[in-house]
């Protein structure tokens, strides 16, 4: 017996005849047994052996339980669809019905009214009403009057509302021709208004779109027609010296048009044209002869012009616009003109950097003092044109600066380099234009000019239309500062080979104490730049430029001196032929300079250096602390407007606080400013001091080295061994009682004649200066030079008193780390012991690390005489209170016969003096 299989067509009624069997049978039980009941076999017979497939029953079972799944997921389906249709329909019906309870309510009470309105109407005219005869009650004959008077009323005024109508609308027919003939009879008032009547007539086509623009055409074509004769009249009314009722006639014409913007646009273009012609002469920056002027000196000259101009309008402007519209009006009227010049502030300022190169940035400060000290001038023109028109109240935020004298403009030095063009468009005659916004601002500031500002509230966009042209110079101060020196110091460096100051002996380290003080000067005049240009922003890039000038004339002047002393300490030693320390002609004020006395003075002069670079730090960290009144201003009571002496608007500070220069980085050095700012030129100066040291000590260990230098070559280092063999039976005889070689007694008698030497000049303050930097004292308890100068300029005052600024902390690190207070000077005693301790052990270096492993062969003679030379060596030494490690492990190793020498190769490996002393020996594993 097989299961039919259900198909996609049959799906529906199956499903439809399984539910309705569910529903007919009250149990599970039933309801399975009356639906497999067609599908179970016959009972069996008894005699039957096997019984029937069950596989039918289970595929019925299996597909029974299918659909049951399938009815259960749609129920459940369904119920859930039920629920959320019931949930998002119950609050909505809350709703409904009290809107519809509202709704009733509010038609309760109009029906109410419409029935006591029909009851009323009703009760005039009933019959009963009438008196005998067919006459109307009083009543009826008074609402009937009413209602008569009423309509006629409506009437009347619709009747009056079309006449006016139709007449507005006859006029537009004759419109043309009245403006023209007024125009012609220069009626110019009657023409504004007859205009200003024929806009207010416009709302009569509001529904009429064609109508509307015909008309909006011909007002606007008339409006232009009025501006342009009206204006051109207003042009002569301006050019009088009594016509200021006649420009006031011309304003309110322009206001009846709806066109102030426009008429102010005439007023500026006209009083402004001396000014516009003025800026057109021609600069030397710009291609003109040399008997031109550069824009530096021009500026102070035009910013005067304008000072008189806007001085002329304070009287001028109240007595043609609204006087508490003057502050704006004036401040529009400077913004208008700076928006108007031709060329461009911009281009003219990218003509100096093209023209100047890299020499530019002197010719941009002074343009940027002119420019800081004439917002000041007409910041105070405003603040007395607002005391004058709205009883005595300044504009806000901004400091009292009193008016500039049109010949107080100044300008100082300043620098710049090349950087592209960012014109301003100008404004046109008829109306202001939206200015150009330098790249370098990261926010906009500019708002729209406020034609009706409240008193004491003046639009501050004129500041940033005067200062934002040289924003992008400021931005790139770092280029501009670092080009700037580098020129100067090429100057410097051709007028110093020039006057011939690389001399020999003293006058070579003369002529650095003058080069440094003249760098000095050019450092703080950038300094000064700085301040100046900046206000202080750009103070990261300046250390930087300065840092780095600094070093590289550090590192010039270390070649040229050391260079310098050598080559005379090199020809000395060809002219004398020294083979022992001479410590005589060391008279200080004798004529023989010789390059002992040479390498003091190198010291002596480093140490003036030092000091100059300690106060050069001392001013650039005065400075920084300074500079922290600009990264907190702020408009209004915060800003005093002063800085560096001189007057200056809170707008030229804050376009440098949206710069690029205003960054994390900058704060983070004004707000906790480091010990060591200038850490290159510090590093370059160590390295100065101490290879002069080292210079100083080759001088010193001169006629030593040199007898060393013949060490290697003596003949007892391969003298054959004394063997006297008469026979089979003879034996060696060493030699005993052997007397150290003539240049290790020299060189031992040299180190201790030190003491002596140091004796006379262990006082001098070169000597003991800088002990830390000396080779081989690391961990003697000595600092570094630059370490003894303090990093303040309190301290460095204090520590002047002193007769020395040699301290006596510990520093043997490379990069120097300022010490902030004073320290007393070394003792003599210090002083010569720690000098002949480093001389020593640098004699002691160059013997165990050159002279030594130069011997190419050595014989047992040989070898007993280096021990003999090395003890000898070691004993005076440590006379001297010095231990060298290395000379002691020559000994030990030389001391050792072949067995043991294998022995301790095998054990130490093949490297050092094992190494060495095999290979002279002629020894192999």
Known sequence: MSIPEIGGDQRDSSLSALTSSIDNNPSPVDFLNSLLAPLLPPSLPSNEAQPPSLQPIDTALNDLLTQLSLLSQDTASAIEQGMSDVSRTVPRLGYDLQFMRESASGLSVSLGMVQGRVARQADYEMPNNKFPGGEESEAVKAFRALEKITHLDKLKTRLESARDTLREAESWSTLESEITTLISGKEYAKAGQRLAEASRSMVVFKNEPAEWEERKRLLVSLGDELERVAGE????????????????????????????????????KERGRELLEAWKEPLVEEGQDEHSLKLSDFLPKFYSLVLQTLSAELSYIPLVFIPESAPSILASFFQSTLDSLDPSFSNRLAAVADYHGPGALPELVKAWEATVDLGAGVQGLINKVIFNTQGGLLSGGVGEVEAESPTTISTSPGISSSSPNHPIPRANSHSQSKRHQSISRRFSRAPAVSLSPSPGNVDDAWETTLYEPFLDWQSSYSSLERRYLETEVADLKASWEKASMKLG????????????????????????????FTFGFGALHLIHAVDTCISRFYNDERTAVLNSAKSERDNNKQKNKVDELDLDGLDENGGDWSGWQVGLHILDSLQKVA?????????????????????????????????????????????LQQSTLNNADLHALIVSTPSTILTQSKSSLLKFIRESQIHLQQTILLPLLTQLDTYPSLAVWTKSDKQTKTGSGELYVPQFSLSPTDVITRTSEGLLDLLRVFEVYGGEKALGWSLGSLPFVEGMGHIVALDCLSSSRKDKETSVSTSDPMTTATSSSASPAPIPSPFPAPTPETIQTTWISSLTLSLLSHFTS?????????????????????????NAVRALDVEWSELGEWGRVVEMEEEEWRENMRREGGEGVLAIVGRMRGWKI
């Open 505 to 532: 002996g003293k006058d070579v380290v003369s002529g650095m104490i003058s080069r440094t003080a003249e760098l000095k000067d050019r450092l703080e005049e950038a300094i000064a730049r700085c301040r100046i």
């Open 611 to 655: 000091e100059k670079l300690a106060v050069m730090e001392d001013e650039l960290k005065a400075e920084l602390g300074e500079y922290g009144k600009m990264l907190k201003a702020q408009k209004g009571e915060k800003w005093d407007g002063e800085w560096d002496g001189r007057k200056v608007i809170f707008g030229a500070v804050s376009l």
């Open 233 to 268: 009249a207003l042009r002569d009314s301006l050019k009088k010296d009594d016509g200021v009722d006649e420009v006031r006639g011309f304003w309110e014409v322009f206001m009846d048009m709806e066109r102030e913007e426009e008429f102010k646009g005439w007023y500026f």
């Open 850 to 874: 050159h002279t030594l492993p130069s011997i190419q062969h050595l014989s047992r003679e040989g070898q007993a005489q280096l021990k003999e030379d090395l003890g000898y060596l070691e």
